[in-house]
């Protein structure tokens, strides 16, 4: 390309910009919607129904007795918990009052090389939980030394125990609520069912890559 030809194009381009538009970004927030406790249940429930969730209403004094019920309809003989964690004594004390014949407590209190093998053949976990989002319809866990993320991940059925009061509207709710500034975890897990994924044809299939089945044991009281 001669220089004139060049000059003449750089002229065309120069004459035809014009002057730019100043970008204003938008300062307006979305409004935020906000739910009665009854109502975020509902709509946490619902959410995590449609994921292919399974969650059950139970009383503080009753979820236990919710909890074998279950078990004993999935034919489960061994239940992984984490010791000293705030579900871990009341599981403790219904356990050691109640005949034989039900699923034997398993507690995670080995390093995973000396548990490994334990851990692969043992058929749910159980864990707490620090909240959850009623807006996504989502648990929130913070994995722990007592709590550690296999037993959420491995085991090929998950229970995890959630008090009605700790459902949030939204995660930035959760977040101000529970001061995470100050005390922010290692590891915030958030999970809206059980493990699933597709393969190049779309064929949907469950607990490839973790839990087949996600159980959620709702504290009312």
């Not at 381009?13 to 002057?19: D, E, M, Q, T």
């Not at 730019?20 to 979305?30: I, K, Q």
């Not at 309809?73 to 984490?82: D, K, S």
């Not at 010791?83 to 390093?111: C, M, N």
């Amino acid at each position: 390309m001669s220089k004139d030809s060049r000059d003449r194009i750089i002229a065309r381009l120069k004459s035809a910009a014009g002057p730019g538009v100043e970008y204003v970004p938008e300062t307006a927030c979305l409004p935020i919607e906000t739910f009665s406790q009854e109502e975020r249940i509902e709509k946490l429930k619902s959410l995590m129904e449609a994921m292919r969730t399974e969650v059950h209403l139970a009383g503080a004094h009753n979820w236990v007795d919710k909890l074998k019920e279950i078990l004993t309809q999935r034919n489960v003989e061994h239940l992984l918990y984490g010791p000293e964690t705030e579900i871990s004594s009341v599981l403790e004390q219904h356990w050691e009052a109640t005949v034989d014949g039900q699923p034997q407590l398993v507690a995670y209190t080995k390093d995973i090389e000396q548990f490994k093998e334990r851990l692969f053949n043992i058929e749910a976990g159980i864990t707490s939980t620090v909240g959850a989002i009623a807006e996504t319809g989502a648990l929130i866990l913070w994995p722990s030394a007592n709590e550690p993320r296999l037993m959420s991940l491995v085991p090929p059925i998950h229970i995890a125990v959630l008090e009605a009061k700790k459902i949030c509207n939204t995660f930035c709710e959760v977040i101000q609520k529970q001061n995470w500034a100050d005390k922010m975890p290692t590891n915030a897990i958030l999970i809206s069912g059980p493990s699933k994924t597709a393969d190049i044809e779309l064929t949907l299939a469950f607990g490839v890559h973790g839990p087949k089945e996600l159980i959620v044991i709702l504290i009312e009281d």
